[in-house]
């Protein structure tokens, strides 16, 4: 079936460091792509998505791009701060006409001032 | 106010007992969701609804029930909760997609603690 695979963490950064989480994913036919974040105490955002190959999804700093021939959706950002501190979350649309997300572990980021 | 609410944020309760949680929203969308959270795991989802007549279960339904009272509101039971129940829990919700994919909107969870 879909899956979502991210790299584990938590991933600790100092403040304006370069940021990567990985993401690959498992899928029939052609999901559409997404990353989520989540706040302490908050429910999920939805922070960019990709809805088809070599799309590039950005928002905040953000950017992911939607890699087909590798099934990959990496998250970067150039320069994070500590307010970027949360559970970032990849995501794949699944079944019939995408209406249902499958979504990775999440992944831990601490940014230190 | 925020779109999607979710009561109560936090509860506790001991094994056997029936409980519910509700999950309301003004966004005027008619598919909901209930997910739940456990670490390392990511979300899972229990049952969605694409209408009011329109219940379906999802990768972990068992041993949860659900009710669309209205399009706006979507509850979820523990009709005999139990310790591996306890979780954090998030209600979600969709416009019809009219092509594709719509984003999905999420509460702020409520947090559960099976005795």
């Known amino acids: 079936g879909d899956s979502v ?6 991933v600790t950064l100092s403040e304006e460091a370069f940021l990567t989480i990985n993401c690959t994913y498992t899928a029939t036919g052609y999901p559409s792509l997404f990353w989520y974040v989540q706040y302490p105490g908050e429910g999920l ?3 960019l998505k990709a809805t088809k190959a070599d799309d590039k999804g950005s928002n905040k700093g953000f950017e992911a ?7 990959s959706f990496h998250l970067e950002k150039g320069s994070v701060q500590v307010s970027d501190s949360a559970v970032y979350f990849c995501a ?22 | 106010d925020a779109d999607v609410t979710q009561t109560p944020r936090n509860r506790i309760t001991k094994t056997g007992k029936r409980i519910m949680l509700e999950c309301s929203q003004t966004k005027g969308h008619d598919r909901m969701y209930w997910y739940r959270q456990d670490p390392g795991l990511g979300l899972r989802l229990i049952y969605y ?8 279960k999802g990768e972990i339904s068992d041993g949860y029930s659900v009710s669309r009272q209205a399009q706006a509101k979507f509850s979820l039971s523990l009709e005999s909760a ?4 306890t979780a954090l829990y998030f209600c979600a919700t969709s416009a019809r997609p009219l092509a594709g994919y719509e984003t999905q909107y999420f509460g702020p969870g409520t947090r559960l603690l099976v005795l």
Not at chain 1, 5 to 10: A, F, H, R, W
Not at chain 1, 65 to 70: A, D, F, H, I, V
Not at chain 1, 93 to 99: L, Q
Request: aromatic fraction near 8%; charge should be positive.
């Open chain 1, 65 to 71: 791009t939607y890699r087909k021939e590798t099934t």
């Open chain 1, 45 to 47: 955002q939805l922070l």
């Open chain 2, 82 to 85: 139990i310790p591996n129940q």
């Open chain 2, 49 to 56: 609804s694409f209408d009011v007549k329109d219940i379906n």
């Open chain 1, 92 to 113: 794949l649309s699944a079944g019939e006409y995408g209406n249902k997300l499958v979504f990775g572990a999440g992944t831990i980021l601490r940014v230190k001032s």
């Open chain 1, 5 to 10: 695979t991210q790299m584990e963490g938590p």
